[in-house]
């Protein structure tokens, strides 16, 4: 069975770093594209980060572009997404997900198949 864990979340205050974890068991995920996603309260979910097989590609929102940075460690079947200069509007849940296999990384939801539960992530003004 397939399962996806996030943990790494929590209260911050503007400006500060947060690093995400997404542990993966049932398979070993090391050659599937892996992606992370947030949703924030009323909003749908939308792409933040993507990142291939061996770290080959990684794929970034505009909106986290330059703050955030996605890495794996394939030995231990986790991704990291490392959030830097956190903002109000970060305020979300995250969600860590697997997609495809292969180099090339993908942004939409529907190329994703597997899911963790999420963590939250609140940023304080």
């Known amino acids: 069975q397939v399962q996806l864990v996030e943990s790494g979340g929590g209260l911050v205050q503007a400006g500060d770093s947060l690093r995400l974890s997404c542990v993966a068991s049932g398979r070993t995920f090391s050659r599937y594209v892996m992606g992370w996603f947030r949703q924030a309260p009323g909003k749908e979910r939308q792409f933040v980060a993507a990142?291939?097989?061996?770290?080959?590609?990684?794929y970034y929102a505009d909106s986290v572009k330059g703050r955030f940075t996605a890495s794996r460690d394939s030995a231990k079947n986790t991704v990291y997404l490392r959030m830097n200069s956190l903002k109000p509007v970060d305020s979300a849940v995250y969600y860590c997900?697997?997609?495809?296999?292969?180099?090339?990384?993908?942004?939409?939801?529907?190329?994703?198949?597997?899911w963790g539960q999420g963590t939250q992530v609140t940023v304080s003004s």
């Open positions: 990142i291939s097989w061996a770290s080959i590609s990684t």
């Open positions: 997900a697997t997609g495809p296999v292969g180099t090339d990384v993908y942004c939409r939801e529907n190329d994703y198949n597997y």
